[in-house]
């Protein structure tokens, strides 16, 4: 089954506005051994009807999102509708749930609402149980049109509405209309401390020689992620390979985060996590606290960007930042040992730097940061790195560090 | 000029991956007067061609991005080549810049890296000097292969090199190629507290009958999203008619994120903030901690998930979380108060929720979120919401709130 993306909506091309749908539906259809062969970004109005065209005659699964609202620039249900010969009808069930939605949350009803009532003629409806307008499935239009015998789903285009849609209504009947087993499967590795070449050189001409072995890189930020796409025996002996060569360069390969990771080991561990952050500004403690269950290993956190917080709060001691200044080992180590002390957490890590623009001078450049790690039992360890980027990957750069400083120290390697 | 966007990598349609070159890409552009018309993403391999092959004749401009790493899948150049006509030659400036790169960082350079330096015959070199392919420019390839005549620029994959090589060399190139000058101009109103469809009744007739004049609405979480794209004067008048009937749901105008606006407003002000968070885990913190400058306002963080955190860095009365539980309102009060006291802000924010998916109960269902505004001379805000939404989006929009409490409050509305 061929599958086609189409994201309408002239936001996602003017900037600003990310496009986080296809990397979700493509993680979805993945689980069911579909692959994505093509997304295609179109802003509202015509330029839908060119791209349903075009994806027609190469697709048999076509996912439109967006354009299903009630203002005027939302026409996905009318060209689809228009394409597949199949008659807008109002639908009196669509129409009294958006009246209740409407009541219950005391908004008032306008005329424009009403135009997600309707439904092209022999569409089934995914109810949106997250928003006003319902998503729609179409299979087999009629007749000749360029939609005859195409599956069509379209999805609205606010992720917190598309994403329980897909999960709650698309995926039983994605079961229906594509019912074969999964027979390749996937499998991710994490690496780091290794750069993209590398992994490659370590591991790339012994995974080359497996047949039916799909191979790929990806450098990502303080990672490198390297996939293996095959019938699950071949993927499973390939792994075994990989995790012998790569070893402790190998964060997970079960698909998890890194912050999921470092949860599950403390939980594991009955062990606890505090944080002090300085550069990160609450990065850390956001990235640990989006894992479900982190509040049994993640204690408390402080964002101390004032001196007078680091010394208030963390104890460090004021002379130690008048010799050394905020960005400095010493200081790194004392953050990290106030956090502990103060929530008598098992681990403790700090991060103190220059995230930029400013603040940078010839000592102590822009991207300068000191990573610690407080432990009970053990000298506090101090990292030192110059990560000079743009302020927001800094950051994420910095916390990457500071996951693997402690990943390392927890699994003992 | 006519402007397709083509991304290369088997990743971004797997899943687990987030493309953000196409706002990134859209925004500089639209910058320059120009819009994206169509953007495409393909797998790494052959698919590469297919979509030059399409794109070639309905656009004049082509960015393609990915692909010109080290690895066995990256592609990009050698097809690129091979539609352009232009053979591959090697560069020995790439090659020296690339060995001093390893050499400063002390890394083994491959026979993988070698291909980097190699440029179709012609093309113009973008340096990189944040990672190790160059991008590439090539404009009217000879003969009268697919790609005679148009413009198509090489860019590498990860956003960190993307970004910068853009602002440095493309943009700078782009002058030259499309030397117009801008006449159309955007403006995009952030707006909260009103729903789509309220805002396009608000001012949806009186827009749509100014000639000349795109509308858009896009609804993003917590707030609506309304652009104005058109001539010059055409967008101002709009504009002050669009300021004139929202008002105080104006957020900005300006393309400034939330928390820009914030960091703006107190920093003109000479006020400070701290913030108390439970529910939201340091996002608050984190959002506001991106804005460059913001240390000038910005004192102190608490992330305090556990109760004995609340208590011991923020003075939270034990017998108040023993009565009331620690979501609820005169913790939310108390936490901010703290919060306020131990930083010695102007302001402080507080956050305490349930964000699922565990932890709910009948009385205190998961979505249920307290946010607390102090400040000296007033009683202390709290405001009771429920947002029943996955872990990550109820984060998100519980800042979103907070922040507006606090916009509100410092520009008195």
């Known amino acids: 089954m061929r599958v086609h993306v189409i994201n309408t909506g ?17 993680d979805r259809l993945q689980g069911r051994g579909l692959r994505i062969a093509k997304q295609v970004s179109v802003p509202d109005g015509d ?16 996912l439109v999102t967006g354009g299903l609202g009630p203002t005027s620039d939302d026409l996905t249900r009318d060209i689809v509708a228009e394409l597949a010969q199949a008659p807008l009808e109002y639908n009196d069930e669509i129409q009294a749930r958006i009246e209740e939605r ?12 009403r135009r997600q009532a309707q439904v092209p003629q022999g569409a089934t409806i995914l109810w949106n149980d997250w928003g006003t307008a319902p998503g729609l499935y179409l299979h087999g239009a009629p007749g000749s049109g360029p939609l005859a015998g195409k599956h069509v789903v379209l999805l609205p285009g606010p992720p917190r509405e598309l994403r329980p ?22 499998r991710i590795f994490r690496i780091v401390g290794l750069g993209e070449s590398a992994v490659e050189d370590k591991v790339g001409a012994h995974l080359e020689a497996i047949a039916d072995l799909e191979l790929g890189y990806c450098a990502r930020m303080g990672e490198v992620d390297l996939r293996l796409i095959g019938p699950q025996e071949v993927v499973n002996n390939a792994a075994l390979y990989v995790n012998e060569v790569l070893d402790t360069n190998i964060v997970t390969d079960t698909g998890e985060s890194f912050e999921e990771v470092l949860v599950r080991l403390l939980t594991a561990r009955g062990e606890t996590l505090a944080s002090a952050e300085s550069c990160t500004g609450g990065l850390l403690a956001n990235r640990i606290t989006n894992v479900p269950g982190s509040s049994a ?14 010394i208030n709060s963390l104890g460090v001691p004021e002379q130690l930042l ?26 403790a890590l700090a991060t103190t730097g220059i995230a930029g623009p400013g603040g940078g001078t010839p000592e102590k450049p822009v991207g300068l940061v000191y990573i610690a790690l407080a432990q009970p039992g053990f000298a506090t360890l101090v990292e030192r790195y110059v990560i000079p980027l ?17 990943r390392k120290r927890v699994v003992g390697i």
């Open 10 to 26: 002239t936001e996602l091309l003017l900037g600003h506005v990310t496009n986080t749908h296809l990397s979700f539906l493509g």
């Open 47 to 62: 330029a839908i009807r060119e791209a349903l065209l075009e994806s027609a005659p190469q697709a048999d699964l076509i």
């Open 102 to 113: 409407f009541r219950t949350r005391n908004l008032k009803i306008t005329d424009r609402i």
């Open 165 to 186: 849609m897909v999960d709650t209504y698309f995926m039983p009947l994605l079961e229906v209309i594509h019912p074969l087993p999964v027979t390749m499967t996937q």
């Open 297 to 310: 290993i993640f204690l408390q956190g402080f964002v101390t960007y004032a001196n007078s917080a680091k």
């Open 322 to 347: 008048l010799d050394h200044g905020a960005v400095s080992e010493p200081v790194a180590a004392a953050m990290a040992e106030g956090a502990r002390a103060a929530s008598g957490s098992t681990y």
């Open 390 to 406: 743009d302020r927001e990957t800094f950051k994420y750069a910095v916390t990457q560090r500071a996951f693997d400083l402690l």
